[in-house]
């Protein structure tokens, strides 16, 4: 018969039954036998083979205790803890039944099978997860047992974007049990790989992803979140996540103009412990624009002339193996735009250049009329883009390539040398510069000889700015000053109107001060910055001043530095009407200590330029350095002694006022070790430490995050935080009195005479719409104004109100609401677009005019019809219609 423990029984409490007396086990909720003959206790996934009646056996698949019985019939194992016995299954023969005990059966035909019940035995049939209770006279079903999955997973998102100061993504996943089992969470890396990108932690349902602060570090990958109830199977969800140190698309972003900072673009700090006091003369204004630039710089060629020159060398004599490879952006079809040569008058060596017909590599032998080899590459380049090209010859192949693919092939195995100068910009030696040079852009050139890198039909396009790799000859990349980065060094001469512009290649990482600078703007009109004298200043002993410059207005002297007290004590930096730097330095009897004029390079209107003055006492030398080369060694054992203040910018009389960038400036009391010679550059802004005695330190309000323009602020134009699109950022207020904003500097920022495609937006939270506003201006040509609470927009090619297209009352602005407004030519086709839906467009090939460059946000022509309300998020892009079809605006701030 079976064993019937005591109901309910309590810790410590005991029973006999058959002869074995056992205590019940409370915490193991168990009845333990004490007496007995017991002979073996056994731990299996199996019972016992040859067991005997007393045995007892611990099943560890379903953690039962079992004891051999016989009832006097058969012997049997059966359940000696927890109290009751089990019922009969597949594998373990239970007792008949008859008692209302539950069997528990794998299918249906053991069900069926069992014999000896009585009404209310159950049963559980596992291959179906039913119960069935016994009637008396049959089985019937009574329930159907379920566990439902875990519900399906919330709050993880598809894709996630780590931000690169290293500050965590915190994930929160959430689901729920059915039954109110409690939940697992498990996390796995299930595509790419976590490397140095991120680490991840967990804490039950919260997930903190943190990624790495390195570059080099940037990755992706996808991990796959899971939860289960321990009973059913786990329910998952899958991000992407990914580390990149740059902003999708931010190459082709001309301008964006952010609130970053309380007040108006003209505070100017000193960073060094001296802090000194800094006093604004005019408009000078703060400004992003600097020589670290995300996204660095390309060179600019309008196609009259400009070009770069290196002089000779054989070891850009293509001889065997080699590679050419450049990055090219046509503002113009021509016959010829000129990219990179090596040719003599006679037709030989080489030449690279865009054509009316496509793109061409011409090279020939060392003798006139010798083999000519002319590759074909692609069709004519679609201008207003960037452009990789390749050629490459590995043994006798030469290949040519458009942006990864393979237009052409040929064999020729002849050397393409020629003695002449290497041009870049241009087609070659004594052929019409002006008529053969780029009107565009060039980024990247690199001359290989000894290597063919490119030798399939297809290659990864790079990513990333070109580094002087084995057998690199020649590399201009993507600096802020003409350099050949290999190391062959050419000395390069700047011929024509050639400058170095921010225009990017690839996509950079988001602005900050930190990583990127800043500098002072000074608009030509007599802009000044000016430091009272201290003993800092008194120019004894050892000591540097050194900054980076970059002038735009070209012919005329245009001072940088000046410490003058009169006719003597003289003490000047600036540059002559040549373009080229000068210093003056005399004594209190006007004795001259320093006097180095109108020698060296072209400065003016060719990018930044780094200036270094070191002043030896010891050695008696003052030795000045132009981009890191000595420019002038003088010896003197005399001091400028002058007490008069610092100005910046300009004479303290206005005379002789800079137009453009000064960057870094500082002032150092100890010479540093690079400074015996030629040193490299600084690629990231100072840093003041116990020798700086100044570091001027802009400290922009109103930025332009590609670090392209200056912006000034007129009236009382300041940043507001009192009405904001998105939490925790800042607008641009302008009250309507004669308020806005204007950007400088911004030839290749706008979109005059623009012929590809270009995306202007912002946000707009107008207060008093009723009244006319001019809402964006460049003078004629381009007018976005409201008439009566109506926007409208007019066009014009001509720069005079003559518009080639004028929609009118498109749309009715409301007031105190932020409204998202974008103006967006593809192709030949303008759309102007409200909150992401289409209010006007039009077809038409006319260009928006090329007389004014000074655009304004808030007024018309500075003085009329001024715009009452807030501003953020202004972005001009070029080479790219963001918005084609109805969209939904931004949804975060932008950056880049």
Not at 246 to 267: D, I
Not at 679 to 694: C, E, H, V, Y
Request: a negative charge.
């Amino acid at each position: 018969m079976p064993l019937t423990f005591p109901d309910s029984p309590s810790n410590g409490d005991t029973t006999t039954l058959n002869g074995v007396s056992y205590t019940y086990d409370s915490a193991k909720t168990v009845w333990v036998s004490t007496t007995g003959p017991i002979t073996t206790v056994a731990v299996s996934d199996n019972a016992p083979a040859t067991p005997t009646d007393g045995d007892m056996w611990f099943n560890s698949s379903d953690l039962k205790l079992y004891i051999r019985y016989n009832d006097g019939v058969t012997s049997q194992w059966i359940i000696a803890a927890p109290a009751g016995p089990a019922g009969a299954d597949s594998t373990v023969a239970g007792p008949a039944g008859g008692d209302g005990r539950a069997g528990v059966y794998a299918d249906m035909a053991s069900l069926i099978a069992k014999t000896g019940m009585v009404a209310g035995d159950t049963a559980l049939v596992t291959a179906l997860n039913k119960v069935f209770m016994y009637t008396g006279s049959a089985w019937f079903l009574i329930a159907t047992m379920t566990n439902d999955s875990p519900t399906a997973i919330t709050g993880v998102d598809a894709a996630y974007n780590l931000a690169t100061d290293g500050t965590a993504t915190i994930i929160t996943a959430v689901s729920t049990d059915p039954e109110g089992f409690a939940l697992t969470w498990s996390y796995a890396v299930t595509s790419g790989s976590l490397g140095s990108t991120a680490t991840v932690s967990q804490a039950d349902n919260v997930f903190t992803v943190t990624p790495s602060t390195t570059e080099a570090d940037a990755g992706s990958f996808s991990i796959t979140f899971s939860v289960t109830d321990g009973a059913t199977g786990a329910v998952s969800a899958v991000s992407a996540f990914t580390l990149s140190f740059s902003v999708q698309n931010s190459r082709y972003t001309a301008l964006l103009v952010k609130a970053t900072n309380t007040g108006s673009n003209q505070t100017f700090d000193d960073a060094s412990t001296s802090n000194h006091t800094i006093t604004v003369a005019g408009d000078t204004t703060t400004s992003t624009f600097s020589p670290y630039r995300a996204g660095g710089y390309s060179f600019k060629g309008d196609g009259t002339g400009d070009y770069l020159q290196m002089p000779h060398s054989t070891d850009t004599d293509l001889a065997g193996d080699f590679t050419i490879e450049c990055w090219v952006y046509l503002n113009s079809i021509k016959s010829n735009n000129g990219l990179v040569a090596k040719w003599a008058t006679m037709n030989y060596g080489y030449v690279l250049y865009a054509s009316t017909s496509g793109v061409e590599f011409n090279s020939a032998n060392s003798g006139s009329n010798g083999i000519w080899t002319d590759f074909a590459i692609g069709s004519p380049l679609t201008l207003h883009q960037w452009h990789h090209l390749v050629v490459s010859r590995t043994g006798s192949t030469i290949s040519t390539y458009l942006n990864g693919t393979r237009t052409n092939t040929s064999t020729d195995s002849n050397n393409c040398s020629a003695s002449t100068p290497l041009i870049i910009g241009s087609y070659g030696h004594s052929y019409n510069y002006e008529a053969n040079s780029l009107d565009g852009y060039l980024s990247n050139v690199r001359i290989v000889n000894g290597t063919g890198l490119y030798t399939g039909t297809t290659y990864t396009v790079p990513t990333a700015p070109l580094t002087p790799i084995t057998n690199t000859k020649f590399l201009l990349g993507d600096l802020p000053y003409f350099k050949d980065q290999s190391t062959s060094n050419h000395a390069i001469t700047v011929n024509g109107n050639v400058s170095l512009e921010p225009k990017s290649v690839f996509d950079n990482a988001a602005y900050s001060e930190a990583a990127h600078g800043e500098s002072a703007y000074f608009d030509g009109t007599g802009d000044s910055l000016s430091i009272p004298h201290h003993a800092d200043f008194d120019f004894s002993g050892d000591y540097v001043i050194e900054f980076w410059f970059n002038l735009i207005d070209t012919g005329g002297s245009q001072l940088l530095f000046d410490k003058t007290s009169g006719s003597s004590d003289t003490f000047q930096i600036y540059t002559l009407s040549g373009n080229q730097i000068a210093d003056m330095i005399t004594d209190s009897s006007g004795n001259t200590i320093e006097n180095h004029a109108n020698t060296g390079p072209v400065v003016v209107g060719t990018g930044w330029h780094h200036f270094s003055l070191v002043r030896d006492n010891s050695a008696g030398t003052y030795v000045t350095y132009l981009d890191g080369v000595v420019h002038n060694t003088t010896s003197s054992a005399s001091n400028n002694t002058s007490t008069a203040d610092i100005t910046i910018g300009c004479m303290p009389t206005g005379a002789a006022p800079s137009k453009g960038y000064i960057s870094d400036f500082k002032f150092l009391t100890a010479i540093p070790s690079d400074r015996n010679a030629a040193f490299t550059l600084p690629t990231s802004p100072s840093t003041p430490d116990s020798n700086t005695k100044f570091l001027l330190n802009p400290e922009t309000s109103i930025s332009d995050l590609s670090q392209s323009s200056a912006i000034t602020c007129f009236g009382d134009a300041a940043t507001s935080t009192t009405q904001v699109k998105f939490a925790g950022t800042k607008s641009i207020y302008l009250d309507g009195t004669g308020d806005y904003i204007q950007i400088n500097n911004i030839e290749d920022s706008w979109i005059s005479g623009y012929t590809g495609d270009f995306t202007i937006e912002f946000w707009w939270y107008p207060t008093n719409v009723s009244v006319y506003q001019a809402v964006l201006t460049a003078a004629a040509a381009f007018q976005l104004y409201t008439n009566n609470s109506t926007l409208n927009l007019a066009l014009s090619s001509t720069n005079s109100y003559s518009p080639f297209w004028h929609p009118q009352s498109m749309h009715t602005m409301v007031n105190n609401t932020w409204q998202h407004l974008a103006i967006v030519r593809n192709g030949n086709v303008y759309t102007v677009y409200v909150d992401g839906v289409s209010k006007a467009t039009t077809t038409s090939n006319d260009l928006i005019g090329t007389g004014t460059n000074a655009v304004q946000l808030g007024i018309y022509t500075g003085n009329s019809s001024p715009s009452q309300g807030y501003f953020q998020d202004f972005r001009i892009t070029k080479g790219l219609a963001r918005y084609t079809a109805d969209f939904t605006p931004p949804t975060a701030e932008l950056e880049g």
